[in-house]
């Protein structure tokens, strides 16, 4: 039996990609591996652009195959549809795909043609040729591709194309094949919250979250939202749903009101800011976290100091916060730079983000949640996460099954996360 090497940068749409493409090799009697394996007979590698870093290790991880094996490699996903011809001058590689038609690449790794195929149109509409394997536990599905946003700062409509979604049936379908084995799934898309806005009649994730009623025994979140998702209506049928986990990752970007209109966002702090209290006015305990880009061009330090104190006023569990990547071809390549101290903004941003994990975990102490455990570290607490994303090293006298639900209640926070106790 060949063995093939999936490897995988970037975001859960590439994870579940990358997925996809190994669940049709499996079927097509592959072994797959998705972690860097010396014996491989070939290797997939699913890159990333987001970032000029993420190009980087792109191309490092090319490097790494190489002086691994010679084993043919084929290429896909965001670095390669912004600069095919960057990795085609490699005797190795079979293929050179972009974030369309990835699928095609279990054809090519069956033929094992020796010439390189490069391939790097975008589809207009969404390819749903296939499913995801995903893993026993939490299973990530796609069901939305490409944005129309636009942002000042973000090359992936350029690379990912326009807005489309993915049809109700299929998504059923999905479902089902996890239904046995999945306690949980993380539905994704490049701009998710736009789900349903170009299919007729049009749908939103209103339509997922009716869907999932009708598998009460999955818990289910939503990857990434835009702070326009967020409405009465919205959050009436998620609380009405009892097998969401409010767990609410809600992109910000910045807190700063000329910030956010440099970046072409499309709202300002204030309205975001009444998004977040409506989740609160909504659920008791969620987890609100964000994404924060440090260092703009145009963010001054009065700017950053704006951006800082509103995260501080949001009170974000969680912070994701980096430092801004010049892309080449986007709107803000062509603004001044007048941001300084970047490293130091990352730094303080950083502080605050561990402070604010430390301030909601404290928050949740004595309350009791739904875990689902799905390893165990170093052999002694059971790990897992709550329904609001808070992860938990789990103290037990007796042993836990894996990939099972069970009550537990928080007692302190505990390096990422916080020591629970079952109940």
Partial sequence: MKKISILTLGCKVNQYESNAIGKELEDNDFAVVYEL??????FVLNTCAVTN?????????????????????????????????RFKNYSNIKAIYGTSSKQELVKLILENTDDCIIHSKIS???EDSYFSKGDRTRVVMKIQEGCNNFCSYCLIPYLRGRERSRNLESIKKEIQMHSKTAKEIVFTGINLSHYGHDLTPKLSLINIVQLMREFPTIRFRFSSLEQDIITDEFLTILKQSNNFAPHFHLSLQSGCDNTLKSMNRKYLSNEYFRKVELIRKYFESPAITTDIIVGF?????????????FAKKCKFAKIHAFPYSLRSGTVAERF???ATNVKERATKLGALDKQLQKEYIDSQVGKVFTIITETQDDGELYVGHTENFIKCYVKSPEPLKLNEVYKVKIEKFYKDGAIASIV
């Fill in 336 to 338: 001044k730079n007048v």
């Fill in 124 to 126: 207009s509409v969404y």
């Fill in 37 to 42: 394996c010396e014996d491989a007979d070939a």
């Fill in 53 to 85: 870093e993420a190009e980087k290790k792109s191309r490092g991880m090319i490097a790494k195959i190489r002086k691994l094996s010679s084993a043919p490699i084929y290429i896909c996903g965001c670095s390669s549809q912004n600069n095919p011809e």
């Fill in 297 to 309: 061009p145009t963010e001054t330090e009065e700017d950053f100091e704006d951006s800082y104190n």
